[in-house]
């Protein structure tokens, strides 16, 4: 076996791996394994293999971010995905109500998306010198998704920003700098939103725009 081939090989186990996992790679959390999948070639040899266990690679963000889905479903596959899928709307009103505050206390014209840096030191000063954010963040850490106690802004936020990088939803490349980086998982939430709006008519972005002025049960 050529050295090559060996380190194709090698590389490949590890993004398989990585999909079985449960992770989602986009070139902010993996760019090696990122560029390896938009190669046609090693995305073949990756969908070969998880073909076989009836798996095959997914992808939300116009084909940027790649996860494991299932090939076909059976009954036992549709149980594991309608579980997925309840974890992932329970955790939907946080994560709205959170990007949103993100969202209006940056002034950014758009939603957080991946690549995106977020500065926690700088948002939380904005957020303490504004009463209406404060008050959104204290709702936001006392969900149970982040499960916070403290009336305390600075633990709120570093709390909220631990879960979120623990989710997946952000990285922190440098462990000295408070600086956050967006995944492509939230491109992938985007996408379930807009699923769920359109199967289910449940209008979550239009909630989402309003979700500062009013409580969402």
Request: proline share 2%; aromatic share 8%; glycine share 6%.
């Amino acid at each position: 076996m050529s050295e090559m081939t060996e380190t194709a090989i090698v590389g490949t186990g590890a993004i398989i791996e990585r999909l079985l996992k449960g992770e989602f790679i986009c070139r902010t959390t993996d760019e090696e394994a990122w560029r390896s999948l938009k190669n046609s070639a090693t995305k073949e040899r990756v969908e070969t293999y998880l073909n076989q266990i009836n798996r095959t690679i997914g992808s939300a963000g116009e084909g940027e971010v790649f996860f494991c889905g299932y090939l076909q479903l059976g009954d036992r596959e549709r149980k594991v995905i309608s579980s997925q899928f309840r974890d992932i709307c329970n955790a939907l009103i946080p994560l709205v109500e959170w990007l949103v505050l993100v969202q209006e206390s940056s002034g950014q014209d758009a939603p957080l998306s991946e690549g995106a840096a977020v500065r926690l030191t700088e948002l939380q000063t904005r957020i303490e010198d504004t009463p209406a954010f404060r008050e959104q963040l204290a709702k936001i850490s006392h969900y149970r998704l982040f499960g916070s106690t403290s009336s305390n802004v600075d633990a709120q936020i570093k709390l909220v920003f631990k879960r979120l990088v623990e989710l997946g939803y952000l990285t922190r490349p440098n462990t000295e700098k408070q600086i956050f980086i967006a995944t492509g998982k939230l491109d992938y939430l985007y996408e379930v939103i807009r699923f769920i709006d359109e199967t289910e008519g449940l209008s979550l972005e239009a909630q989402a725009e309003t979700a500062t002025q009013r409580d969402l049960v």
